[in-house]
């Protein structure tokens, strides 16, 4: 396969015809912890496993699909998604291939699809959230991806060539999203974005002009720390210590069953989620102390947000989950 050839700087590039079909005015990329989302080129949310697993294709057989993106590129063949989860590939939460950020010029190749039945693909602005939007380092690792690819994408030759890469402060866009929905009561107050990611969740302040208040964050314990709780408590009962990612699919269908084994861990789940959901809100108090007076709703999202459901019960909703929390980042971007 060629290799990844950088062919053209940004500024070179000419002025598109926004008429093109090869033209994408933007791709939007949230690339989780747990899960891999974009929007495809018909507008719908596209999500996957958030796993990788580079594979030697003399001898694996991978087939990309509605749940998979087999990439090759520069000599390199890997995957993306439920078939890297069913080789045992890495979990993007576990860190072991680097985090989330550092994996984007690989994972970026998921959402580059082109439009129907065209192989070449420009794409204006291609978003992707980060955790920090100011991270030096974290943008130079976007900077590098700037400019030409040819690979292949579940078989299909592609030709992309990417204007700008721009990074989106994580709950920025559903903040703006939910804003401009009306899902706050009053934008007069000081709302907030609760995130419950796989590896860590964050909490973040905006003010009453939507600028976001950096130094109320607050970093808090993903459902990577409610699973790890919940797999100490269970350990006694297992022959071997549970696998984290097994705890976290259950809870996520709602099964509560540890992958074959028929070991049912709900009311242990039910004991450590409110411990967790506990420990989280004590965080957020003590952080935003300075700022209760003026504090309005939490809008809770992520994959993990319907978790939080008895902390909705118990402020009466003034912390609410958002609707289509799982997807609401991605879509809330491509109006950004």
């Known amino acids: 396969m060629t290799a990844l050839v950088r062919v053209s700087s940004p500024s070179s590039l000419s002025v598109p015809d926004t008429n093109s079909p090869l033209i994408r005015s933007r791709v939007c990329l949230d690339a989780g912890n747990r899960w891999i989302k974009w929007l495809s080129p018909t507008g ?120 700008r890469v721009e990074a989106v402060d994580e709950t920025r866009a559903a903040y703006c999203y939910g804003a401009r929905l009306g899902w706050y009561l009053s934008q007069k107050n000081l709302n907030r974005v609760l995130d419950f990611g796989g590896g860590t969740a964050i909490a973040r302040l905006y003010s009453t002009d939507g600028g976001l208040i950096r130094e109320a964050d607050v970093i808090l314990p993903g459902t990577y720390d409610l699973a790890r709780r919940i797999a100490a408590r269970i350990a006694r009962d297992l022959p071997t210590s549970p696998d984290l990612s097994l705890v976290m699919d259950a809870i996520a269908d709602g099964t509560f069953q540890l992958g074959t084994t028929g070991y049912d861990f709900k009311p242990v789940f039910e004991k450590c989620r409110d411990e967790w959901l506990t420990d989280i809100r004590a965080e957020i108090k003590t952080k935003w102390n300075q700022w209760l007076p003026k504090l309005g709703e939490v809008l809770m999202i992520g994959g993990s947000a319907e978790l939080a459901r008895p902390l909705e019960v118990a402020t009466k909703q003034r912390f609410k989950i958002a609707r289509d929390a799982q997807t609401v980042s991605v879509v809330g971007m491509e109006a950004l």
């Open 44 to 163: 719908s949310v596209r999500l996957i496993p958030a796993f990788i697993k580079s594979i030697d294709p003399t001898w694996e057989e991978v087939e990309g699909g509605d749940h998979s993106v087999v990439v090759q590129l520069s000599g390199e063949t890997f995957v993306i998604g439920q078939a890297a989860k069913d080789l045992n590939g890495a979990a993007i939460f576990q860190g072991t291939q680097g985090d989330k950020t550092e994996l984007i010029p690989k994972l970026m190749f998921a959402a580059l699809e082109p439009n129907p039945g065209q192989s070449a693909l420009r794409v204006e602005r291609l978003l992707v959230a980060l955790p920090d939007s100011r991270s030096a380092a974290h943008l130079k690792v976007l900077k590098s991806i700037e400019g030409t690819h040819e690979f292949t994408r579940n078989g299909h030759e592609i030709v992309a060539s990417i204007r």
